[in-house]
């Protein structure tokens, strides 16, 4: 049972390059959330989603797209990353509370 | 608004007990949680309250809740070094919606 699994867990982009991060879970859990974390700023909530087929806007959505196409898994993109980009990412499902995924850490120079 | 606050840092020296702080401002949260992230990991959840209790204990960690002044803390007996970590406290406000504050540094000094 591996719980939330993120890939990859390194990345290093040029700007204007395009990636894709993928978040997979097998608890069967509705909720799917992306987040970053940069540091003194806490966890900043990116796009959500509450279901398979659906994707909600977080508080910082500006240059990521999302999608939900299969309820096991979540996948944020980035079409043209900049260094703001830069940061630690997770994924996150909610059953009691939020179980979280080891990160995926992005430079983007 | 939704708001969490908690402060930065905090430094203590092994074997003391560390206790760290968190306001909230939604007083209709139902749950509040405290999670601890290591270095290069996820946030894992380390103990939680329910709204209608005051404290709750799980061997060397205590959590104590204010409703009147929306203030939580995390007590920590006999600090060890493998405490040394990110801690976030969290609220939940509806189902499947938490709000994370800041997070604060714990450091273990021997």
């Known amino acids: 049972n591996a719980g939330v699994t993120q890939t990859p867990k390194f990345r290093v982009l040029k700007t204007g390059q395009s990636m894709t991060l993928l978040c997979a879970q097998d608890?069967?859990?509705?909720?799917m959330y992306w987040y970053r974390q940069d540091p003194g700023m806490g966890l900043r909530l990116i796009h959500y989603s509450v279901g398979e087929g659906t994707t909600a806007k977080g508080e910082v959505p500006d240059g990521y797209n999302v999608s939900r196409l299969k309820k096991q898994n979540f996948l944020l993109g980035l079409e043209s990353a900049a260094p703001s980009q830069t940061s630690v990412y997770f994924c996150a499902t909610s059953g009691f509370g939020y179980t979280f995924g080891s990160g995926t850490r992005l430079t983007v120079v | 608004g939704e708001d969490v606050e908690q402060s930065l840092f905090l430094s203590v020296r092994e074997g003391d007990s560390s206790v760290i702080n968190c306001t909230y401002t939604d007083s209709s949260s139902t749950y509040l949680y405290w999670y601890k992230q290591e270095p290069g990991a996820g946030l894992q959840l380390l103990t939680y309250?329910?709204?209608?209790?005051d404290m709750k204990q799980d061997q060397r960690l205590t959590v104590l809740l204010n409703k009147k002044d929306k203030h939580l803390s995390l007590r920590i007996a006999d600090t060890q070094t493998g405490d040394s970590a990110i801690y976030f406290c969290a609220e939940s406000i509806v189902t499947d919606k938490l709000i994370f504050g800041t997070g604060t540094r714990l450091q273990v000094f021997p």
């Open positions: 309250i329910f709204s209608n209790m």
């Open positions: 608890m069967n859990h509705e909720y």
